[in-house]
Nanobody
């Protein structure tokens, strides 16, 4: 399975960006897709996830500012980020959790850089 992210870039504080991720390859049954981020010197952290049933989960730091969405037919997931803050600066990684006949598999994209200037 390959995950390809797009949409990162440089934006001023208060601005918006939209990240997209497309999954391809042999996918059995997606449990969830989501976004994680890793800032320099910090551990990778959850940003938002969405299940196949469209249940969403957000990090407290992004609630009310970010919105995750998914197209099940196209195996894509998007993250709309509004009111961006300098602390949102990080590499954002797309994640896919697959149920391969009872075996959970975890896939990651290569990441897309988001830089928010103050």
């Amino acid at each position: 399975v390959q995950l390809v992210e797009s949409g990162g870039g440089l934006v001023q504080a208060g601005g918006s960006l939209r990240l997209s991720c497309a999954a391809s390859g042999t996918i059995f049954s997606i449990i969830a897709m989501g976004w994680y981020r890793q800032a320099p010197g910090k551990q990778r952290e959850l940003v938002a996830t969405i299940t196949s049933g469209s249940n969403t989960n957000y990090a407290d730091s992004v609630k009310g500012r970010f919105a995750i969405s998914r197209d099940n037919a196209k195996n894509t997931v998007a993250l709309k980020m509004n009111d961006l803050k300098p602390e949102d600066t990080a590499v954002y990684y797309c994640n896919l959790r697959d149920n391969a006949r009872g075996i959970p598999l975890n896939y990651w994209g290569r990441g897309t850089q988001v830089i928010v200037s103050s």
